[in-house]
Protein backbone atom coordinates (compact mmCIF):
# COMPACT_ATOMS: atom_id res chain seq x y z
CA UNK A 1 0.00 0.00 0.00
CA UNK A 2 1.62 3.34 -1.08
CA UNK A 3 1.25 6.13 1.53
CA UNK A 4 2.29 9.51 0.59
CA UNK A 5 2.53 11.86 3.50
CA UNK A 6 3.38 15.85 2.96
CA UNK A 7 4.67 18.19 5.88
CA UNK A 8 6.04 21.95 5.86
CA UNK A 9 3.25 23.95 5.22
CA UNK A 10 2.71 26.79 7.12
CA UNK A 11 2.38 30.93 6.89
CA UNK A 12 4.80 33.08 5.31
CA UNK A 13 5.37 36.75 4.31
CA UNK A 14 6.03 37.28 0.68
CA UNK A 15 9.36 36.93 -1.07
CA UNK A 16 9.72 34.11 1.95
CA UNK A 17 10.61 30.23 1.66
CA UNK A 18 9.12 27.04 2.39
CA UNK A 19 10.00 23.93 2.11
CA UNK A 20 7.83 20.22 1.68
CA UNK A 21 8.09 17.17 2.27
CA UNK A 22 6.72 14.42 1.26
CA UNK A 23 7.63 10.49 2.93
CA UNK A 24 6.84 7.91 0.85
CA UNK A 25 6.33 4.22 1.91
CA UNK A 26 4.84 0.56 0.49
CA UNK A 27 7.13 0.34 -2.71
CA UNK A 28 10.37 0.80 -4.25
CA UNK A 29 9.58 4.04 -6.26
CA UNK A 30 12.70 3.23 -9.09
CA UNK A 31 10.61 3.15 -11.73
CA UNK A 32 7.84 6.22 -10.55
CA UNK A 33 7.75 9.69 -10.90
CA UNK A 34 6.87 11.80 -8.38
CA UNK A 35 4.94 15.12 -8.77
CA UNK A 36 3.83 18.22 -6.75
CA UNK A 37 0.17 19.35 -7.22
CA UNK A 38 -1.52 22.62 -5.33
CA UNK A 39 -5.46 23.56 -5.15
CA UNK A 40 -6.50 27.14 -3.94
CA UNK A 41 -10.23 27.66 -3.59
CA UNK A 42 -12.31 27.51 -5.92
CA UNK A 43 -9.43 26.23 -8.20
CA UNK A 44 -8.84 22.85 -10.35
CA UNK A 45 -5.87 21.07 -8.97
CA UNK A 46 -3.18 22.06 -11.13
CA UNK A 47 0.05 20.97 -11.49
CA UNK A 48 3.14 22.68 -9.80
CA UNK A 49 6.61 20.35 -10.21
CA UNK A 50 7.76 16.29 -11.17
CA UNK A 51 10.49 14.40 -10.67
CA UNK A 52 11.18 10.84 -11.49
CA UNK A 53 12.82 9.07 -8.73
CA UNK A 54 15.54 7.09 -10.56
CA UNK A 55 16.88 9.80 -13.10
CA UNK A 56 16.11 12.55 -11.01
CA UNK A 57 14.47 14.38 -14.34
CA UNK A 58 12.49 17.80 -13.24
CA UNK A 59 9.70 19.45 -14.91
CA UNK A 60 7.89 22.71 -13.68
CA UNK A 61 5.17 25.32 -14.47
CA UNK A 62 5.99 28.23 -16.05
CA UNK A 63 4.49 29.54 -12.99
CA UNK A 64 7.28 28.06 -10.18
CA UNK A 65 9.99 28.01 -13.26
CA UNK A 66 12.94 29.57 -11.53
CA UNK A 67 11.50 30.02 -8.05
CA UNK A 68 10.51 26.02 -6.93
CA UNK A 69 13.10 23.14 -7.13
CA UNK A 70 11.77 19.86 -6.58
CA UNK A 71 14.70 17.15 -5.00
CA UNK A 72 14.34 13.61 -3.80
CA UNK A 73 16.18 11.90 -1.46
CA UNK A 74 16.05 8.23 -2.68
CA UNK A 75 17.58 7.24 1.22
CA UNK A 76 15.17 8.23 3.16
CA UNK A 77 12.45 7.89 0.63
CA UNK A 78 11.53 11.66 1.07
CA UNK A 79 10.19 13.77 -1.81
CA UNK A 80 10.66 17.88 -1.62
CA UNK A 81 9.93 20.81 -2.92
CA UNK A 82 11.47 24.16 -1.87
CA UNK A 83 9.69 27.31 -2.94
CA UNK A 84 11.33 30.84 -2.55
CA UNK A 85 10.29 34.49 -3.75
CA UNK A 86 6.85 33.40 -2.92
CA UNK A 87 4.08 35.24 -3.54
CA UNK A 88 0.38 35.46 -2.50
CA UNK A 89 -0.94 33.44 -5.86
CA UNK A 90 0.72 30.66 -4.47
CA UNK A 91 -1.64 29.97 -1.28
CA UNK A 92 -3.09 26.36 -1.81
CA UNK A 93 -2.93 23.12 -0.45
CA UNK A 94 0.04 21.57 -2.14
CA UNK A 95 -0.53 17.61 -2.53
CA UNK A 96 2.15 14.80 -3.54
CA UNK A 97 1.14 12.48 -5.97
CA UNK A 98 3.44 9.17 -7.72
CA UNK A 99 2.39 7.52 -10.89
CA UNK A 100 4.37 4.84 -12.52
CA UNK A 101 6.17 5.06 -15.09
CA UNK A 102 8.68 7.68 -16.33
CA UNK A 103 6.81 10.01 -18.80
CA UNK A 104 6.41 13.43 -18.51
CA UNK A 105 3.03 14.33 -17.84
CA UNK A 106 1.01 17.50 -15.94
CA UNK A 107 -2.43 15.70 -16.24
CA UNK A 108 -3.89 14.91 -12.44
CA UNK A 109 -5.52 11.81 -13.76
CA UNK A 110 -2.28 10.40 -14.32
CA UNK A 111 -1.15 10.45 -11.01
CA UNK A 112 -2.03 7.19 -9.29
CA UNK A 113 -1.51 7.79 -5.50
CA UNK A 114 -1.82 11.17 -3.32
CA UNK A 115 -1.23 12.24 -0.22
CA UNK A 116 -3.53 14.45 2.14
CA UNK A 117 -2.00 17.86 1.28
CA UNK A 118 -0.60 20.55 3.58
CA UNK A 119 -1.95 24.29 3.93
CA UNK A 120 0.35 26.63 2.17
CA UNK A 121 -0.41 30.42 2.85
CA UNK A 122 1.35 33.64 1.42
CA UNK A 123 0.47 36.85 2.77
CA UNK A 124 0.77 39.85 0.69
Known amino acids: QVQLVESGGGLVQTGGSLRLSCAAS????????MGWFRQAPGNEREFVASITWSGGTTYYADSVKGRFTVSRDSAKNTLYLQMNSLKPEDTAVYYC?????????????????WGQGTQVTVSS
Open 26 to 33: GRTFSSYT
Open 97 to 113: AARRGVLRTTTRNEYNY
